[in-house]
Every structure is written in structure tokens, then in C-alpha cells.
């Protein structure tokens, strides 16, 4: 089955300083992939998406991740953090074909930003 | 474009007791819909899933079930909560050529 891997259930960062979030995912037929933000007490809003585009997908807020076929990963950047992007980020995947929409998430990486 | 109303946005209800979650969902027809549940310190997972009305599918055993009465309504229930049914509830909306999105998610809290 496919499974989605975020490495650190914390992230604490300066603000100014490079914010990099870590998700892998297993899968030997690349899917689609996505990055969503969670801030206190809301729901989901997706900050970018990749579709089998291009390997480099910007999103909103400055974000932008790279997809790595031959590391099946596709990590989070953003080169300066401002205290705004404290939150919760979780990578998702759906699965090649899968026409359900069923995304898979992972376990989310909490963002601390210091002032 | 989409909107997804979720309510209430907090609950706190004693084991044992039934609970009603309702989403509703404005400026799509017939979209896919989903129920995720958020536990503390986890990921979301999938607890049911609805292509159309009556249509209901369940992704993992659990105490809880889900109703879609009308194209843009989903609900979730119980009839005797537990401890373990705790954590935050998301409803999600998906309709072709759109991304899924998300309501503001409902708090509930079983004591």
C-alpha cells in the first residue's frame, strides 16, 4: 500500500532562516503529490500540487517543493521564514490512477518559526 | 467556487452519548466527500468516503458511521461515543477538475 513519510514531527526554524520540510513517499509509479498547511483549530488549505508537470512546483506563500523521482521525495522550501508560516504541514499522495481523490496523508511536521 | 460548512466547531460529550456532525457543502453539485479524522499528534485518515447520495464507503473498522441524505450534505454519527472516538474531524469536498478542500474541521472531546 502506499504510505507517505514526513521525517520530524517538529520543525523549529529563525524567521529569515531556510524552512525545509522532508516527505518521502513509496510508490513505484510516481503520484501525484501535495503539500497542504494547517493552521490552529482549521481545516486543510493546499499550498501546491504536483501532477507529473514540471519537477519544480511553486505554491502559494513563497512555498515551493521539488519532485526527485530517484529519491521518491518531494521536500517543502522556502527560503526565508516569516512568523506567519508557523503551522502544521502535511504532505499527501494519491495514488497513480486512483480517480477516487482518496488522498493519503502523512503524519505532519509542525513548523516553529523564532523571532 | 467551494465552500464547506462544518459544525460545530467544538464539542464535548460524555462516553456513551450519540453525536451528529453535520457538513454541508455550497457552489458545487455532486461532488465527492469525505470524512478525515485528525487524532492528537497524528496525520488525517480517512473515515469515509461518498461518490453520490446513499452511497457510503467505510475505510477503516471503527464506532462511527456516515449518511449523505442530499447531494451536498454529509453527516457523521454515532450511537454510543468512546474515548478513543476524540480528535478533530474534517470534511472534505472534491468535484472534478477541482482540488480537495477542506471545511474548518469540529473539536470533539469525549469525556
Known amino acids: 500500500a502506499q504510505s507517505v513519510t514526513q521525517l520530524g514531527s517538529h520543525v523549529s526554524v529563525s524567521e529569515g532562516a531556510l524552512v525545509l520540510l522532508r516527505c518521502n513517499y513509496s510508490?513505484?509509479?510516481?503520484?501525484?503529490l501535495f503539500w497542504y498547511v494547517q493552521y490552529p483549530n482549521q481545516g486543510l488549505q493546499l499550498l501546491l500540487k504536483y501532477t507529473s508537470a514540471a519537477t519544480l512546483v511553486k505554491g502559494i506563500n513563497g512555498f515551493e517543493a521539488e519532485f526527485k523521482k530517484s529519491e521518491t521525495s518531494f521536500h517543502l522550501t522556502k527560503p526565508s521564514a516569516h512568523m506567519s508560516d508557523a503551522a502544521e504541514y502535511f504532505c499527501?499522495?494519491?495514488?497513480?490512477?486512483?480517480?477516487?481523490?482518496?488522498?493519503?496523508f502523512g503524519s505532519g511536521t509542525r513548523l516553529l518559526v523564532r523571532p | 467556487s467551494q465552500t464547506i460548512h462544518q459544525w460545530p466547531a467544538t464539542l464535548v460529550q460524555p462516553v456513551g452519548s450519540p453525536l451528529s456532525l453535520e457538513c454541508t457543502v455550497e457552489?458545487?453539485?455532486?461532488?465527492?466527500l469525505y470524512w478525515y479524522r485528525q487524532a492528537a499528534g497524528r496525520g488525517l485518515q480517512l473515515l469515509f468516503y461518498?461518490?453520490?447520495?446513499?452511497?457510503i464507503s467505510s475505510e477503516v473498522p471503527q464506532n462511527l458511521s456516515a449518511s449523505r441524505p442530499q447531494d451536498r450534505q454529509f453527516i457523521l454519527s454515532s450511537k454510543k461515543l468512546l474515548l478513543s472516538d476524540s480528535g478533530f474531524y474534517l470534511c472534505a469536498c472534491h468535484s472534478l477538475n477541482e482540488k480537495l478542500f477542506f471545511g474548518s474541521g469540529t473539536q470533539l472531546s469525549v469525556l
Open positions: 461518498s461518490v453520490g447520495i446513499g452511497q
Open positions: 457552489g458545487t453539485s455532486n461532488p465527492n
Open positions: 510508490s513505484s509509479v510516481p503520484p501525484y
Open positions: 499527501a499522495v494519491l495514488p497513480y490512477g486512483d480517480s477516487s481523490y482518496k488522498l493519503i
